[in-house]
Nanobody, 121 residues
């Protein structure tokens, strides 16, 4: 059974850091492009970052560039999103997804259940 499980969300003050994890089961995550997406209340889901399966190349949305880092640990079948210098506007439910051809939400077929990130003082 293909499954993605996110963890690591929580409440953090502005300027703080969190590391989200996306653990895969039922398939080998290294063979697939992995994306992180987020959805804030009342807003559409948006891409945060993607990492390719072929050469490990990465993509970041302009809003997180320089603050977030995506990485994968193939031995653990897990992808991470390190989030630094968090801002209140980063507050959202964060989802990981697997299997995309391009870094757009409509391209991905397998999704996790999401983890809440709240940035507030």
């Amino acid at each position: 059974q293909v499954q993605l499980v996110e963890s690591g969300g929580g409440l953090v003050q502005p300027g703080g850091s969190l590391r989200l994890s996306c653990a895969a089961s039922g398939f080998t995550l290294a063979y697939y492009e992995i994306g992180w997406f987020r959805q804030a209340p009342g807003k559409e889901r948006e891409v945060v970052s993607c990492i390719s399966s072929s050469d490990g190349s990465t993509y970041y949305a302009d809003s997180v560039k320089g603050r977030f880092t995506i990485s994968r640990d193939n031995a653990k079948n897990t992808v991470y999103l390190q989030m630094n210098s968090l801002k209140p506007e980063d507050t959202a439910v964060y989802y990981c997804a697997a299997g995309g051809d391009v870094c757009e939400s409509s391209s991905f077929g397998a999704w996790g259940q999401g983890t809440q990130v709240t940035v507030s003082s």
